[in-house]
């Protein structure tokens, strides 16, 4: 990205003289962005991060080509993989709603600890200025040690979300439908008069529960009404390689495939093994195109509790590393992604519409065998 480039995108955001919303997060960043926008749509003119362009190039790609002075709102997402970014991207930003979703442990082979990593996504925080908006994970403890301990500006309006019944916005309870695509969550509204909110959503995953908590606080900070907040939530469709499910005539597709990590895989697992169905296929990627051998026995957890849900599991790995230590039970490894003909025979082999699930990390591109899946 040529310098001008970020001098034009600094100047542009010091032209644009109203909210600007900073979203970063280990994951949910882009979903939560587009829950955002989707929230606030019916009334303002939004203007969001273009796909996931969150670091200091695609930040000033995105702002210098798709972002309006004329807008009402912007809504930014702020990515980091190093240290000393984060304070970089704040003050070129300078978000006026900041919203952190968690923090997990990814991109840790560019920090020193799981702490440094933690201190580098908390300094957005770090530079709110006055009559700045807050909205926080309760439910993650460094967020909520650090908003304990950290002095603000007294001017600095900070909305909780969470499960605990002091949260402004809380989470109160989730649930895979009978259906195996779709959601049902409750979310109360505590500052107004502990309104209940239930909504459908699409998609399987409880941590968009969390999600949707954080969107609807950013939405009640900008007075959308609670029944457009509803009718937004029960229309959301989140987007392709994020969780998207989508039904073929001979199977479902679970698509996890863009920008996953190792804690997303788990937890994405973990919900798929509700799925109510005993026909299931899992298609996993490694990290194992990563040379450093810790890294690679951490995906042996991941594998064991996938053979813990089906005795259908593919794994595509690009090194034969973990293949050659470790043995398997129901688990066939594939060099190449040209894997639809072993897909093509286990549903061949399925008396019934198999599930299958698929993730992996965005490296590996196994949103080609999606791709390929949806035109079989």
Not at 112 to 126: A, G, H, R, T
Not at 221 to 236: D, E, K, S
Not at 266 to 280: A, D, G, I, T, Y
Not at 338 to 355: D, E, F, M, Q, T
Request: with cysteine.
């Amino acid at each position: 990205m040529a310098e001008n480039e970020i001098v034009k995108c600094t100047a542009k955001i010091a032209q644009f003289n109203k909210p600007i919303i900073g979203v970063t997060g280990s994951c949910g960043k882009t979903t939560t962005c587009k829950m955002i926008q989707d929230l606030l749509a019916n009334n303002y003119k939004i203007n969001k991060t273009h796909e996931n362009s969150n670091n200091f190039e695609g930040i000033p790609w995105s702002v210098n080509k798709f972002f309006t002075l004329n807008a009402d709102i912007w809504v930014l997402e702020l990515g980091i993989d190093r240290i000393n970014q984060m304070a970089k991207l704040a003050a070129m930003v300078k978000p006026t709603v900041r919203i952190i979703t968690n923090i997990h442990s990814v991109h840790l082979n560019n920090f020193n600890s799981l702490k440094e990593y933690q201190n580098e996504k908390l300094k957005l925080f770090d530079s709110c200025q006055p009559n700045n908006v807050v909205i926080v994970n309760n439910d993650i403890p460094v967020l909520a040690n650090y908003i304990k301990t950290h002095v603000f500006p007294p001017s600095v309006k900070i909305i909780y979300c969470g499960s605990k019944d002091s949260d402004d916005v809380q989470f109160i309870n989730y649930k895979l439908n009978p259906d195996n695509i779709s959601s049902t969550i409750s979310i109360r509204l505590n500052k107004m008069q502990s309104v209940l909110l239930t909504f459908n959503l699409d998609g399987i995953n409880k941590h968009n529960a969390f999600n949707c908590c954080l969107a609807v606080a950013c939405a009640l900070h900008f007075n959308i009404p609670v029944t457009t907040i509803r009718n937004v939530l029960n229309n959301f469709k989140l987007y392709k390689n994020r969780g998207l499910i989508t039904t073929m005539p001979k199977y479902i597709l679970y698509d996890y495939t863009y920008n996953s990590t190792m804690h997303a895989i788990m937890k994405n697992l973990e919900n798929f093994k509700n799925v109510m169905s005993q026909h299931k296929l899992i298609i996993l990627g490694t990290n194992t195109n990563n040379t450093t051998k810790s890294i690679n026995d951490g995906v042996i957890p991941i594998i064991n509790y996938a053979v813990g849900i089906t005795n259908k599991v593919l794994v595509y790995t690009e090194q034969p590393y973990i293949v050659n230590k470790y043995k398997f039970k129901n688990v066939v490894f594939v060099h190449s992604l040209n894997i639809i003909p072993k897909i093509r025979v286990i549903l061949a082999s399925s008396p019934g519409k198999i599930h299958i699930f698929i993730q992996g990390p965005t490296e590996l591109k196994l949103f080609d065998i999606v791709d390929k899946l949806l035109k079989h």
